[in-house]
């Protein structure tokens, strides 16, 4: 498969169609409508890639609809130099978008097999990460910490305790958190160390899993 102008094309719609869903982050958007997702899914999907919607990858997990990938990472308020720690590598596409941001991105996969194809999937498109790990995110990546901001992508029965360790004094994390549904959580830790919590409504993500193979 390519990145041809009709892509092009229906990333732009794509663009258009979260903007109408509230998305302002200008930055956000750019990278949204630079990013070839087709070529990070199944080739069945390559004319649905550009749907607002979630689409199956292997060993039954997922990759986040847009609007989700764009709300999450408007939440982050990604700057460019930023080091970014992602747990769910799934398809790589979340980690692909924070990169074009100008991230430093750090990122954790449970499933090798989905460690491995993103690390594939992602060379295809020209894109290198800062560091891809195949382990469990419950316990972040203490080697690379502290972040300025953390991202997850799998539904979070609860905060796990490490990744606000390994957060930034004025760092982010963003996390869903919940069983059947989520609330989207936004952690802010201030200078004093101190934690700050919002939510910002309720979405449906793939169980972040507890242990490791
Ligand atoms: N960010 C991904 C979304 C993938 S869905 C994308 O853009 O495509 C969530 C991912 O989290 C799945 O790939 C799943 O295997 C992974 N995951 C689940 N539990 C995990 C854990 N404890 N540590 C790291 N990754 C985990």
């Not at 996969?109 to 060379?123: P, S, V």
């Not at 760092?171 to 160390?193: A, F, S, T, W, Y």
Request: aromatic fraction near 8%; glycine fraction near 8%.
């Amino acid at each position: 498969m390519r990145d041809t102008l009709k892509h092009q094309g229906l990333r732009n719609k794509l663009v258009q169609n979260l903007i109408k869903k509230s998305i302002t982050d200008k930055n956000v958007l750019k990278a949204i409508a630079k990013i070839p997702r087709h070529l990070l899914l199944d080739s069945a999907f390559e004319y649905h890639a550009y749907q607002d919607k979630a689409f199956p990858i292997a060993a039954g997990q997922t990759i986040s609809q847009p609007y989700t990938v764009a709300f999450q990472t408007q939440l982050l308020q990604i700057k460019p130099g930023d080091k970014v720690l992602e747990i769910g590598t799934g398809s790589g596409y979340q980690a692909a978008i924070l990169n074009v941001m100008g991230a430093e991105v750090y990122t954790i996969e449970r499933i090798k097999e989905l460690y491995l194809t993103a690390k594939q999937n992602l060379e295809k498109i020209g894109i290198r990460l800062k560091h891809m790990a195949y382990g469990d995110g419950y316990k972040g990546l203490p080697l690379y910490a502290p972040y300025d901001k953390i991202i997850v992508t799998a539904a979070a029965p609860y905060v796990p305790e490490a990744l606000v360790t390994q957060l930034k004094s004025g760092g982010r994390l963003v996390i869903p958190v919940g069983d059947d549904l989520q609330e989207m959580k936004l952690l802010i830790k201030d200078e004093n160390e101190q934690i700050i919590e919002s939510s910002h409504g309720t979405f449906v993500f793939v169980p972040m899993l507890q242990n490791k193979d």
